[in-house]
């Protein structure tokens, strides 16, 4: 089943990291507008309400520093109407109620008439919300108070003749501001929450469009597509960006373990086969022949000589193979190898000698005069000088010349192994390290040239040949002077099942 379609329904979703984000941002912007929104409606009702105390205490000082008695009031209310004094019935008629109004109290804390006008409900108001005039005059404190159902701000202040004046300003503008302000930031706020919500969910997305594509890649992979990758964004952020390319890395790295899994799945099974058909020859051989002795068929004493030394000629052979196999599954597990200084001049002069030994009329020639000292196993060095030796017997004829040379370079020594035999095709020269494979399926197990690039390999050494069709074979093996880290043969071997029992000879009887 695609992943695909549900991590899509994911973020779609209100658990989508999408809606997360814009969740939080229009969060926090709400609270920010909430916080400005008080902070500038208390200090606006301070400022306002800042100047309605400053008017009142302005005409409370005025009136003291006047000098000014409660006949005097009442002489110039008879000359003229004052300001505030609204009759009662001017609310009915519509009227707004007044900004400012004042009551006077005579030396006896009575309510006193000014001019022909009777004091209006307001007025009562103001006097019953005032309670002992005297002492509220001489406290100065400012007072709220209602009167009408109108919010207004009251103070007192002791004229000359030991009455007192009570004036009273309206506060029901600083209200209605206040009001109309926190309407007019919640409908700002309204459209800026709106606003920000949008933008948010469009950045989000474009942010967020390298994890969706990641998912996407993921799913691709779960279906099978291992070369799928995740693609770049220009204006992907540094650590979106940073993701993608450790994410590529890594399925770099599996697409690559998994085609390396299936070619040593492969290259085992071939193993598998090669093998059971290397041993099923000698095998068929020996059984073939006890069949013969057991069934009394070889009666002739030279045919019964000539089985056994067939049975021998074929255990060797198993034998033989089985050590081969053994080497290459220990050089498989890297083993660690026990260094010691070698003299690869007199290890290649002796396997000159072994040469002219077994093929006295080979013509031979050998480049390694002195001593040359590597940090190497000898006894791996002998193995790969034999293996390369025995591949020259093996497929070229007596009269072959063969060249062994050793030269020093840059802290590395070349070992070359040459002979001017049949040579070989491109197409067989790139698969001579194969385990098993024989050019033309000739001569030997196949597994000579293995051994020797596992051996070279555990030192840190390299190995490659150079051949033509009729132009010879040369082997160039490099091996440093020091030790190195091995590196491994290329390509990657899979690890060979133990065999842990070689075939002994069969007796004559």
Known sequence: MRLRGPGRRGRLGTNSLRAKLTLVNVALLALGIVAATAVSLMGMRHYLLDNVNSGLTGSRTAMQQSGITLDQLQYLTGLSSLDGLVPSSAKAKGLPPPESTFVVFDRDGKLA???PLPPTARQRALATATGDPLKFARSGSMREVTLGGDAYRAIGAEL????????????ENVQSGIAR?????????AVLLGLLAVLT???AHQRLRPLEDMVETASAIAD????RRVPAHPGAVMETEQLRLALNSMLQQVETAFATRERSEAQLRQFVADASHELRTPLSAIRGYLQLYDKGMLTDPEDRTRAWDRVNSETDRMNHLVAELLTLARLDQQPELRFRSVDLGRVVRDAADDLRAQEPDRPLTVRADGSVLVQADEQGLRKVLANLLANVRTHTTVDTPVRLGLDRCDGVVHLTVADQGPGMAAADAARVFDRFFRAGRGAGSGLGM???QGVVASHG???AVRTAPGKGLTVLVTLPRTPAPPRPAAPPRPTEPPLTRAVTPVPRP
């Open 181 to 189: 302000a926190l309407k007019l930031d919640l409908a700002f706020g």
């Open 160 to 171: 000359d003749d030991g009455s007192v004046m009570v004036m009273a300003a309206s506060t």
């Open 224 to 227: 099978g597509d291992l070369k």
């Open 461 to 463: 050494g390299e190995v």
């Open 201 to 203: 969910m469009i950045a």
């Open 450 to 452: 293995a051994i020797v």
């Open 113 to 115: 008439e000014l001019g």
